[in-house]
């Protein structure tokens, strides 16, 4: 695995230039992942850009490494960010009379341009081909001077240049967002039509939908708030079209509404909420698992729900594409929940992988009757045997139905002997998910038979991932992907050797652990909590991890 | 050999529970004899409601009905007309529904000319709670929450829709079921959105605005306003005019249906990200 990084301020187009290096590294079939600070205000200030690039042919793009291997900065901020970080800390290149940089490794070079020298080093290192990444330095900016520049970074960096140079894979990679893995994977699963608003991290999702839905028949709509997204999106689920709806906590409030209403009404719907720090307008920016508790019982009002947790970009694909078949099943809410940075992460990888994962689950409508005509005796809330209802969509002749949020009997009509109904009707719509057919409640690998179990979700997937795999034959890992039902048989058998569990979260108040709690009480439980926006890099996490683990645990974290 | 239609076949069979006398009991047969005289099938039309005595009109409605939550009517039919525009799709609600809580999503259902019918039961009063003051009550008004008379302007439905674009803008009474039938086929017609003020009498809580008093009131109009400052002197004199009051035709093929050859959707979703 190879880390660079590149540091300056706000305006020397740091960013273009790790656009540049991203293409091109994307282009010889590497996966990699980019990583932009954001933790420094957006007017003025300075931006960070960092690059971890996979060893050939992994599918997979490393987490976030703490350790860099090369790092070109403008000012002594840079410096003292980044020496720490350093495998070999005099890799590190800037302008002249900077404390800590080598003389060899300073030019003379102008405030504008400093990016374009940068990514000549960072290229001359990896041991890119001039050209390859001289082309597209020309066709973004003027050529003359910036070539200048860049020729000069690109000798320096062939200095330092790595044993073996960076060559072309022929792996054909592609660069997607959580964000546009949920899109892809709801388009794969039948989805046409998408209502928003927009909030941030899922304004991609409504952005995505507006260039990617008109040319397949479909189509996009901003519309005044989330109450009307999510109304919006029940009143095409309920005409038969497949939709979902997207947001972030302040959204989720709002939407609350729709969400009991659906459930009341046993029209399909599927909800994603990509957790940012919350509560109320909280950091918009930043990455918290903190929704969950709230996912798990939001709402007036006692109703079924399904909850889902992705637990990689890839994932994301996959999970949209089982929400919508299991709320057509169903007929009630299914949650996904992800975070800031699964919905935001970008990562290059193969596009073999997302084509799999696009292919991994076929459409399937469910208890929808879509067609003409049906059995008079016709009743849109009677449940069949142990299975959900038929529902009949506008359109089918005979099946015409009223969808109520008032109480209703199995016609639909409201004002019925409540005492009959309820003994009835809303003892089936309330215990109708109670066990769902879900293949992979979670991700399971490492030590199947380790005392020690590590659990996570979400942005925390890798870094489990990581750590296991870095200590063969020590650990377990369980990624949970289903959080409501809780899969209690499944997690028992995957934990039946593991005595202790480690369960990693972005919240304060060990979310998931209360969420699991039933699956695990005679456990010896540990968690792992950080709730301050940011997220762990490799090194960091392990750290904590073997913190935990030596028993030098503060009583914080236990 | 086609069947001809009747208001009847537009019926559930389930009998209203509104108190009688209730203005809403017209709306319903109003719905109901213009979708059979336009032979619209029952399954091919959507009724949505809101909350309140008059969002329970979708019970006794024969095609599909939606009953959704207080004041989202619009944003549900949004949802159903936009992804099936084959559908007639007609939303109905109090004016409560409509002009209180859901009167932010009337502004943006007028302004992306929803090709949807919105008939709202104006009764000015919420009577399902049981006779609280509402956005078009009078000032003035007495009633338990506004004990010393109501001091809040009422709401212009007509001038709010009109300044959100609206394409068109209709008024009706429901002691009028000829004039409100032929009212809601030129709404459903009309290639956008449109927004049916109806005054509906709430005979329990709001004795002061029954049929006497609209029949007194109201002045018909047999042509939509030449100009926007004829729509605005013509409610100004009289905000109890009754017709089409404002008609006008707005692009609207957002809404028609494409008919477009569905690509090899592998290869369509890989052009998107490679």
Redesign the interface.
Known sequence: MKSIALFGLTGQGIETAGEILSHVIQSLGYSHRNWRDFSTIIRGGHTSFEMYIADKFDSQPPPRLQSIDLAVVWTDEGVERYIPRLKDSSKIFGPENIKGIPTPHQGNIPKLGFNVWALGIISGFLGIPFEKVNNEVEMRFRKGKNTDLFEAGYQLGLTVQIEEPLNDLSI?????SGN?ALC?GA??GGV??Y?GYPITPASEILE?FF??LP???G?A?Q???E???I???????????R?FVATSGPGLSLMT??LG?AAA?EIPLVLVDNQRGGPSTGMPTKTEQSDLLHLMNAGHGEFARILLTPTSVLDCITVIQEALNLSEFYQCPVIIALDLDLALRKISIP?KE??DA??SVEIDRGRTIMD?PIDEKYKRFESAGTAPPLRTV?????????????EHDES????PDFRKIRGSLHIRRLNKANSIHYNRPFTRFGNHDSPITLIGTGAMGELIENFVKNHPGLYQGLLIRQLAPLAKEELAEALKDSRKVIIAEYNAKAQIRTILKEAIKDKHIYSLLRFDGEHFTDQEFQEEILTILDGLTSDLTK | MVETLTAKDFS?G?AP?WCPGCGDYGVLRGIQSALAKLNI??????L?SGIGCSG?I??Y?????????HG?T???????K???P??TVIAAGGDGDGYGIGV??L??AAR?NLPVTYIVMDNSVYGNTKGQTSPTSPLGYESSTSPEGNLDQPINPLLLAWSSGATFIGQGFSGDIKHLEDLIIKGIQHDGFSLINVFSPCVVFNKAQGYDFYKNIITYHERPASSPQDLVSLIAENPFSAGVLWQRQKDNT?YHK???E??D??T???T???
């Open positions: 054909e990679n592609a660069t997607i546009d892809l388009i794969a046409r039509y209502y995505n260039k990617w040319p397949i028949g189509g709509f519309v005044e708030d109450m009307a997204a109304h919006a999106a029940i009143g095409c689920s309920y005409a038969g079209q939709t509404e729709g209403y009404t596009w997302i084509e696009i292919k003409s506008p359109g089918v002749k005979g099946g015409a139905y009223v969808a109520s949020g008032d639909g009509f409201m004002e | 559930n389930n529970t099938q029952p399954e091919d039309s959507v949505v329970k979708s019970h409605f024969g095609g599909y009905s939606i009953h959704t939550t989202r619009l944003p549900t039919a949004l949802g159903i936009s992804s099936r084959e559908l932010g999503h502004v943006h992306r957002r494409q008919k477009s569905e690509p959707l592998l369509y979703l890989k998107r990200i490679v």
